[in-house]
């Protein structure tokens, strides 16, 4: 078992910044491929960025390309997501996943309870 917990949602206005963490224990966190997705009201929950075990890969979607960055500390089993120029289409609760898989499309096996971010404008 993975036990994931976000923390650092606010709310900010347009333009502005934020910093999600993601601290995992349980299990050992390098061992994980980590990810953020998002669930806006009323949508389905999307895939917003990934990282490989050793943080050298990433990858996100084409939203939030060039405005956020996922990056990983595993010494100190958190992952992040540095969200920056923010738009209110930003607004949603961010959940932190854990991919047990090394290879292919991110998967989650264990997610986060969510940290609710919402941008103004």
């Known amino acids: 078992q993975v036990q994931l917990v976000e923390s650092g949602g606010g709310v900010v206005q347009a333009g502005g910044s934020l910093r999600l963490s993601c601290a995992a224990s349980?299990?050992?966190?390098?061992?994980?491929?980590m990810g953020w997705f998002r669930q806006a009201p009323g949508k389905e929950r999307e895939f917003v960025a990934h990282i490989s075990r050793s943080g050298g890969f990433a990858y996100y979607a084409d939203s939030v390309k060039g405005r956020f960055t996922i990056s990983r500390d595993n010494a100190k089993n958190t992952v992040y997501l540095q969200m920056n120029s923010l738009k209110p289409d930003d607004t949603a609760v961010y959940y932190c996943?854990?991919?047990?898989?090394?290879?292919?499309?991110?998967?989650?096996?264990?997610w986060g309870q969510g940290t609710q971010v919402a941008v103004s404008s």
């Open positions: 996943a854990a991919d047990q898989g090394r290879l292919g499309t991110f998967t989650p096996d264990y």
């Open positions: 349980g299990r050992t966190f390098s061992l994980f491929r």
